[in-house]
């Protein structure tokens, strides 16, 4: 069975502190990746994607993420974190087979960031 | 200004009644889907459309279904037979099943059974 494993339920930071979210699935053919955000009382948005290619990946405000096949992982990282980064992240999958091209999320991670 | 609409935000049901909750999308995407966030559970896919007057089910459809009558439009029934409807919907559209493409998601209900 296929699943997306987010480890950290919930982060607390201070601002400007580094900040690598973990993110794991379980699959060992083609994936698509993405991280997605929800910002308190808005909509889910896409942080950053990985289909190919360079396996280091920037989104937008200062995200990155680096797809280690290997270890099956598309951590999220930020070197420094802010007060607005506040938020419910979630990593997602897509597992490229025949006939199904759902999106497959982990239970999402929790951050605050302190002041 | 273009995106996806769901109404109401908030939704009180009592338990045994059916309850429908609407998704509007002017993005002119062909795929629609619903999915349902639960805490400390992520999102689980309930039912998902391709193109109109055609949908599937997802992981979770069981006490749930759907229609797609026009391209904009694909609303969720929670029927009775949902064992724990209490949840926050979600609706998201891409521009098709293809894939590469990014799901692009509402505002969400939040549905309360009381």
């Known amino acids: 069975a296929q699943s997306v494993s987010q480890h950290n339920h919930h982060v607390i930071l201070s601002e400007a502190a580094s900040l690598e979210l973990g993110c794991n699935y379980s699959y060992g053919g083609t994936v698509n990746l993405f991280w997605y955000v929800q910002y308190p009382g808005q909509h889910l948005q896409l942080l950053l994607k990985?289909?190919?290619?360079?396996?280091l990946v920037k989104g937008i405000k200062g995200f990155e993420a680096e797809f280690i096949k290997s270890k099956f992982s598309f951590n999220l990282r930020k070197p420094s974190v802010q007060w607005s980064d506040t938020a419910e992240y979630f990593c997602?999958?897509?597992?490229?087979?025949?006939?199904?091209?759902?999106?497959?999320f982990g239970t999402g991670t929790r951050l605050t960031v302190i002041p | 200004d273009g995106g996806i609409t769901q109404s109401p935000k908030y939704l009180f049901r009592k338990e045994g009644q059916n309850v429908t909750l609407s998704c509007e999308q002017n993005?002119?995407?062909?795929?629609m889907y619903w999915y349902r966030q639960d805490p400390g559970q992520g999102l689980r896919l309930i039912y998902y459309s391709q193109i109109v007057n055609d949908f599937q089910k997802g992981d979770i459809a069981e006490g749930y279904s759907v229609s797609r009558e026009k391209k904009e439009s694909f609303p969720l029934t929670v029927t009775s037979a949902q064992k724990n409807p209490t949840a926050f919907y979600l609706c998201?559209?891409?521009?098709?099943?293809?894939?590469?493409?990014?799901?692009?998601f509402g505002p969400g209900t939040r549905l309360t059974v009381l």
């Open positions: 997602a999958v897509i597992l490229l087979r025949t006939g199904a091209n759902n999106l497959f």
């Open positions: 990985y289909f190919s290619g360079d396996p």
């Open positions: 993005l002119n995407h062909d795929a």
């Open positions: 998201a559209s891409s521009i098709n099943r293809g894939l590469h493409n990014e799901q692009f």
